[in-house]
């Protein structure tokens, strides 16, 4: 158990336009989702929170007007890159707790963007 | 803020060598720990994870790691690595507040 799916798996977009990426939980529900970005070689850095149906809470540094996140359900949480540019592309990865005190993330396979 | 150090960015062994990968974090309550792998082109997978009991936690593929308290470190061991461990290690910590804070990372090369 405890699976988490990304859709797309990769995407490429023009410039301006925006992408949403969705992040689900298959086999359980996820009190809390997490987004992260992994830029080539490097780690992942946190980009924001999400609990089901309130707003996330982003890192600072994060823009939440370009990056925005809706945490719908318990299963879903999507993230919808706003008027994309060439250096928003990157690895899109996402996780989901079970909220069974244990803190621990599941992660989905990710997302990787790419914007001309 | 809490952290979590990997001192060692890019390690290369040949096959057979032992393996240890540094993994240290700066907080000093409670907190959980974890060892993911990513092999090249490939997503996150969970290698160990440490919650509470003993210390010295056992995961897939024939790695291990130990919890040392008293210096905030959860080390990563293998005895014997293979060619195909090539891949990028990534402690990771979590906290009361449930945030995930990732180590740098570290790149292994096993040569054959």
């Known amino acids: 158990g405890a699976v988490v799916s990304q859709h797309p798996s990769w995407v490429i977009c023009k410039s301006g336009t925006s992408v949403k990426i969705e992040c689900r939980s298959l086999?359980?529900?996820?009190?809390?989702m997490f987004w992260y970005r992994q830029f080539p070689k490097q780690s992942l850095m946190l980009m924001a929170t999400?609990?089901?149906?309130?707003?996330?809470?982003?890192e600072q540094g994060v823009e939440k007007d370009k990056f925005l996140i809706n945490h719908a359900s318990l299963t879903l949480s999507t993230l919808t890159v706003t008027s994309a540019h060439p250096e928003d592309s990157s690895f899109y990865i996402c996780?989901?707790?079970?909220?069974?005190?244990?803190?621990?993330?599941?992660f989905g396979p990710g997302t990787r963007l790419t914007v001309l | 803020a809490q952290s979590v150090s990997q001192h060692n960015h890019h390690v290369i062994l040949s096959e057979a060598a032992s393996l240890e990968l540094g993994c240290n974090y700066s907080y000093g309550g409670t907190v959980n720990l974890f060892w993911y792998v990513q092999y090249p082109g490939q997503h996150l997978q969970l290698l160990l994870k440490?919650?509470?009991?003993?210390?010295l936690v056992k995961g897939i593929k024939g790695f291990e790691a130990e919890f040392i308290k008293s210096k905030f470190s959860f080390n990563l061991r293998k005895p014997s690595v293979q060619w195909s461990d090539t891949a990028e290690y990534f402690c990771a910590v979590t906290y009361n507040n449930n945030d995930m804070r990732f180590g740098a990372g570290t790149r292994l090369t096993v040569k054959p």
């Open positions: 999400s609990n089901e149906g309130s707003k996330a809470t982003y």
């Open positions: 996780s989901a707790t079970r909220g069974s005190g244990r803190y621990e993330q599941f």
């Open positions: 086999d359980f529900q996820a009190t809390t």
């Open positions: 440490y919650f509470s009991g003993d210390p």
